[in-house]
């Protein structure tokens, strides 16, 4: 039988919904879409993705992995002009690692948002 662990940070946005920050499942993590945005704030594109990275990687924090363990990036964009916004973050937050990725285009996200993320992740060994 496979073991499911529920992944759970407070340093990441809590979840607005019936839904875990993450899973962990045989040694994957599965995020949940994270939005970028900040109480009260009017963010960029960038700032919001760099947002999402930033709750992203504390989820992947506590279910003992990170970042560079990344193996599919997934992006939703309300506007695929930013684009090439999205792609420089990407390269800054990520470096020499270069996950799978996708980027979506989507009319509408929750919450007025511009971009959001989720990602499968591999626990560290």
């Known amino acids: 039988m496979n073991n499911l ?4 940070t ?3 946005s809590k979840p607005n919904g019936h839904y875990s920050q993450a899973i962990e499942a045989n040694g994957f993590i599965f995020t949940s879409v994270q939005l970028g ?5 009017v963010a960029s ?4 993705l760099k947002n999402a990275l930033h709750n992203t990687e504390q989820i992947l924090i506590a279910a003992g992995s ?4 990344v193996v599919k990036l ?12 999205v792609n420089m973050v990407v390269a800054e937050v990520f470096g020499n690692h270069k996950p799978a ?3 979506v285009p989507v009319n509408d996200l929750h919450l ?12 560290k060994q």
């Open 5 to 8: 662990n529920i992944i759970s």
């Open 10 to 12: 407070d340093n990441a």
């Open 37 to 41: 945005l900040a109480p009260d704030e």
């Open 45 to 48: 594109v960038s700032q919001q």
């Open 66 to 69: 990170g970042l560079d363990l």
């Open 74 to 85: 997934t992006i939703y964009l309300s506007d695929i002009s930013e684009w090439s916004t």
């Open 101 to 103: 990725r996708g980027v």
């Open 112 to 123: 007025g948002s511009k971009v959001a993320v989720d990602v499968v992740a591999v626990k």
